[in-house]
């Protein structure tokens, strides 16, 4: 059996105006991510470490922020795309682990959603999904409470 690895990461500002979405989930907050699409970091991570256990490149390749058709696109039904790509190539999502970086809001009582959406969207079952929380002790512009960031880690298996 073969077994890939891949890895994700990515950051977005917090901004006024907008909703914070994480991993298909809407979160009370009093600002959200500013993006091109949905801006859901979370799923965002997810994507790039699907694509990148596959020597793929990034999501940038697959849906450009510069691109009308993505304009607030929901980055679940993107990385159901995703999920398809891997699939077409004989692979499968052992299992995905991620780390949510944010001060602010406090994200436990969300987790449990987040892993069911990311789930269901990759057709595994939520044992297979993996969502910590943490902040980053007031340091760097997470700390400052600028942004979110979010490190995503995935295992293929070869079908």
């Known amino acids: 059996m073969g077994l890939r690895i891949g890895n994700g990461y990515d950051i977005h500002c917090l901004v006024r105006g907008r909703p914070l979405i994480l991993g ?3 979160i009370p907050h009093d600002r959200g991510l500013e993006g091109h699409s949905d801006a859901d ?13 596959l020597s793929l490149g990034d999501i940038g ?3 450009p922020p510069g691109d009308p058709q993505w304009a607030g696109a929901d980055s679940l039904k ?4 995703v999920r398809a790509m891997v ?13 949510i970086v944010a001060e602010q ?7 449990a959603a987040m892993r069911s959406r990311l789930a269901e ?13 943490t902040t980053n002790e007031g340091l760097g512009p997470v700390g400052r409470q600028e942004g979110i960031a979010v ?6 298996t070869h079908q």
Do not use: C, S
């Not at 993107?78 to 795309?81: F, M, V, Y």
């Open 121 to 133: 969207v990759l057709q595994v079952d939520t044992d297979q999904v993996g969502i910590k929380a």
């Open 87 to 99: 699939e077409q190539r004989g692979w499968q999502v052992g299992n995905v682990d991620t780390v």
């Open 61 to 63: 390749l697959y849906f």
């Open 105 to 111: 809001p406090k994200l436990k009582p969300h987790i």
């Open 151 to 156: 490190y995503a880690v995935v295992l293929l």
């Open 24 to 26: 298909g989930v809407t």
């Open 78 to 81: 993107l990385l159901a795309q």
């Open 41 to 53: 970091v979370l799923t965002h991570a997810v994507m790039d470490a699907l694509l990148g256990a």
